[in-house]
Each structure stands twice: as structure tokens, then as C-alpha cells.
């Protein structure tokens, strides 16, 4: 494919990793609402690296996948939270009965309001390897995220590349069949002085008027095709701009559905898809961090063990409840727990994780059948479209030459306007078979590329 090029530079895979988990690292986290984000103007024409660009930013599918980091890396914190020190702050106040007050001598007072602050901080200690598995966990299940992320860029970017060939498509068929007509309408005024001088009947020149009126409706067609391509390839982008200003702007795209010729081979297809699909590569991810949510549940048959410090104030039990005259003091020690008999409670837990691991296996194993069967039908989706893409061009060319010589014959007396007509109609469709086996071309070579595990090409200038 041959593009016009743009200011645009599309930003590279690992940078947009990079983007995608920037709120955490100190960058504006919470996204603007979809009613308040700057609606960005039509632009006067549009090239497919910039609508490659326009949809990194702004397609819903890519959007929702960046937020799914962030949800798995606010999960890491939260998991982390429990290998550190945690300090707590607590307070209360309570006042009881007389009557429940134990008095050692009758002249000491009764004080039947108790209050008390105090500050502990609790470390945990041994828990059966379940905090250290649990992390590990959030962070398999975070980089999953991101392997999702890589995943759905190319499956958007696909959709994208897609659209925008379509639209070409649907811009090319609308030539040719302007083209057509203009050439029927010509055909037509031929037809018409030859019948007005008298040397044709009326019946060519009703031939001709048919044809005419029989070529419009393709061109009414490829031209509502055109505007639905348009809304397809908005729809991909994420652009979501419907203001009276842009309703009816329609850029200029630029860009041409060219054949030029790539090789593929299926051996080495099935190896980079093995070793590059992200999707696979996510679940790889999953089956890891299913194993380490194993090692979680099991941790709760072994006892847990913390150490705890805190500082405590609290109002004096005979002396009055004033600040001055509070007790306060340190408490240090160890704490644990050990669930003897919970009731089966942790066997079901674990036989529940075990299951999810055995059905993430399984997932995998479907998974990789899925991409091979993607892989072998993209090939012979590509073989046929080069092959017709060949044969599309001889044709053209051979159509082309018989309206050539179809007209010359019906100039000179020679040729009837029955074989102009036939032969413009083949022209016709030759040349609508040809922009249809580029267009075909051009999605088996993006399609391939995806099937592989291959980023854009664009991504990688």
C-alpha cells in the first residue's frame, strides 16, 4: 500500500504500555467523562496513518482495556498492602452503671465514664505463603491486563485498517461507475445524431437510453455505500463528533487500494502466531496467576502469625476523666491464629481454585486450536486474494482494449452498438472486480499480519 504521508507519528506498542499504566506512576488519574472531552473538528482529509493515530486515542474497545490496567494495578496496591506494616488509629468512649463499678476503698471516688485512644500497628509475620503468593497473583494478572491491551490494539486496529479500505473501495466503485455512465451517456449522443440523421433506428437509440438509465442505479448505490463505509470507519475511530458543524463534513481520504505483492509462508505463520498473539500470551498469564491463587487458598491451612505494637491513652479509672491525668504506655507482642476445623471451608475454597486452573488449562488449549485454525484460514483468504488480484489486472487490461476497438468497429460501420454496450459493461465489471480483489488484498495482508501476532506495521515506523 501506497500512502500520502502525514505530521502524524504513530506512537510505538511499549509506549502505549507505558501510557496505559501512567495514572498510577503520577499523571492525572479519573478520565474526563465522554460529555466533557474536546469534540474534535472534521478534519479536510484524512490518511490511514492518522486514523491509526486517532484511533489509539479514542477507541471505546482501547479505552475500556487501558482501564482494565488500572483496575489490576490498583488491585496489586491493595494486595501488596498486606507484606507491609499497617497502622491503625482507634478510639472509644463508653460510660456504665454505678453498680457495676468495683470501688477498693469506700472514700475513693467512682469514675463511670471511660475513654481511650490508641495507635497499633500490626505486621504480618508467617501466613503459609499466602501474602507472597497472592502478589504474585495480581501482578500475573496485571501483566495479563497489559498482554489484553496489546491484544485488543490489534484486533482495533484491524477493524481500522478495515474501514478505511472499504471506504476506498466504496470511492473507487463510485468511479467507475461514473465513468461508466459518462461513457454510455456518450455512447448515448452518438446514438441519438445518428438517429436524428437518420442513419440508425430508434430502436438503438432507445437501446442506449436504457443503458443510461440502467447505469444510474450502481452509481446510487456505490454512493449510499460510500456514506455507510464513512459511518463504519467513524465508528472504529471512536469518533464521536455530531455537532451541526461536522454533521454533514465528510473528509477527504487519501490513500489507494494498490496491489504490491508480500509473501507469507504457512510453517513460519504458525510459529510467530505461537510465539507473538498476545491473546495466547495473556492466557499463559492467567494460568501462572491461577497456580499462584492455588497456593493462596492452601496458605489457610497453616496458621498466620503477626506481631503488633501500639501506643494507648486512656482517661484514669478513679482520678477523673482529664487529659493530664490520663494513663499511657506501650504494648508490644506476638499474635496467631490457626483455623483447626473451619468446616471444610478451605478444602472448598482450594477444590474451587483447582477447577478455575484446570478450566484456564483447557481455555489455552482451545485457544491455540482457534489461532491455528485463524492462521490457516487468513492464508488461503491471502493466497486467493493474490491470485485474483493477478488475474484482475490482465483482465482490466483486456477489457479495456475491446471497448478500444468496439468503438473503432461502430465508427467505421463495421460494429454494432449492441457490441459497444457489451463491451462496456465487461469494462465495467473488470474494473469493479479489480478494485474489489485490491481491496481483498490489502485486509488478507492486515488480517494475516494480526493472525501472526504482528503489531501494525504502522506502529512500528
Not at 500512502?3 to 506512537?11: L, Q, T
Amino acid at each position: 500500500m501506497k500512502f500520502a504521508r502525514h505530521h502524524f507519528s504513530p506512537i510505538r506498542p511499549l509506549a502505549l504500555l507505558a501510557l496505559a499504566v501512567s495514572p498510577l506512576a503520577g499523571a492525572p488519574s479519573d478520565p474526563a467523562p465522554l460529555d466533557v472531552r474536546m469534540a474534535p473538528a472534521v478534519p479536510d482529509s484524512l490518511d490511514l496513518p492518522a486514523a491509526i493515530g486517532f484511533a489509539l486515542e479514542n477507541n471505546f474497545a482501547i479505552r475500556q482495556a487501558r482501564e482494565r490496567i488500572k483496575q489490576q494495578e490498583g488491585l496489586v496496591i491493595e494486595v501488596k498492602a498486606r507484606s507491609i506494616p499497617n497502622a491503625a488509629v482507634t478510639s472509644e468512649y463508653g460510660q456504665i452503671d454505678r453498680g457495676l463499678v468495683a470501688v477498693p476503698l469506700p472514700q475513693i471516688p467512682v469514675n463511670t465514664k471511660s475513654w481511650t485512644v490508641a495507635l497499633n500497628v500490626t505486621q504480618t509475620l508467617y501466613a503459609g505463603g499466602g501474602v507472597r503468593s497472592a502478589i504474585k497473583g495480581a501482578e500475573l494478572a496485571r501483566e495479563a491486563a497489559m498482554l489484553d491491551l496489546q491484544g485488543v490494539i490489534n484486533e482495533a486496529l484491524l477493524q481500522v485498517r478495515t474501514a478505511f479500505y472499504t471506504v476506498l473501495l466504496a470511492g473507487e466503485k463510485i468511479k467507475v461507475n461514473e465513468s461508466n455512465l459518462q461513457l454510455l451517456q456518450e455512447q448515448l449522443k452518438t446514438a441519438t445524431d445518428r438517429f436524428e440523421a437518420g442513419t440508425v433506428s430508434s430502436f438503438e437509440k432507445l437501446r442506449a437510453e436504457v443503458a443510461v438509465a440502467n447505469a444510474k442505479v450502481p452509481l446510487i448505490t456505490a454512493r449510499n455505500d460510500y456514506r455507510l463505509a464513512i459511518e463504519a470507519l467513524r465508528q472504529a475511530l471512536g469518533f464521536t463528533t455530531n455537532t451541526p458543524e461536522s454533521m454533514h463534513k465528510v473528509p477527504t481520504l487519501v490513500g489507494t487500494l494498490d496491489f504490491t505483492p508480500v509473501s507469507f509462508e504457512l510453517p513460519a505463520a504458525f510459529e510467530a502466531a505461537h510465539a507473538h498473539r498476545p491473546d495466547l500470551q495473556r492466557l499463559a498469564k492467567l494460568v501462572a496467576a491461577g497456580e499462584q491463587q492455588l497456593r493462596t487458598e492452601r496458605s489457610s491451612y497453616f496458621p498466620s502469625i503477626g506481631a503488633r505494637a501500639g501506643y494507648q491513652v486512656q482517661n484514669h479509672p478513679y482520678r477523673g476523666n482529664q487529659f493530664n491525668e490520663a494513663l499511657d504506655g506501650w504494648t508490644l507482642g506476638l499474635q496467631s491464629s490457626w483455623a483447626i476445623f473451619d468446616g471444610r471451608a478451605t478444602a472448598g475454597r482450594v477444590a474451587q481454585a483447582r477447577s478455575q486452573l484446570a478450566q484456564t488449562k483447557l481455555t489455552v488449549a482451545e485457544a491455540q486450536l482457534a489461532v491455528d485454525v485463524e492462521v490457516r484460514r487468513a492464508f488461503s483468504e491471502w493466497q486467493q486474494a493474490t491470485e485474483l488480484a493477478e488475474a484482475s489486472q490482465r483482465v482490466v487490461e483486456q477489457a479495456t482494449e475491446a471497448v478500444r476497438l468496439a468503438n473503432a468497429r461502430y465508427n467505421a460501420g463495421t460494429g454494432t452498438q449492441l457490441d459497444v454496450l457489451q463491451a462496456q459493461v465487461e469494462l465495467t465489471t473488470a474494473r469493479t472486480n479489480q478494485i474489489q480483489a485490491f481491496y481483498a488484498y490489502n485486509v488478507a495482508v492486515a488480517s494475516m499480519r494480526k493472525a501472526t501476532g504482528n503489531t501494525d506495521e504502522l506502529l512500528n515506523r
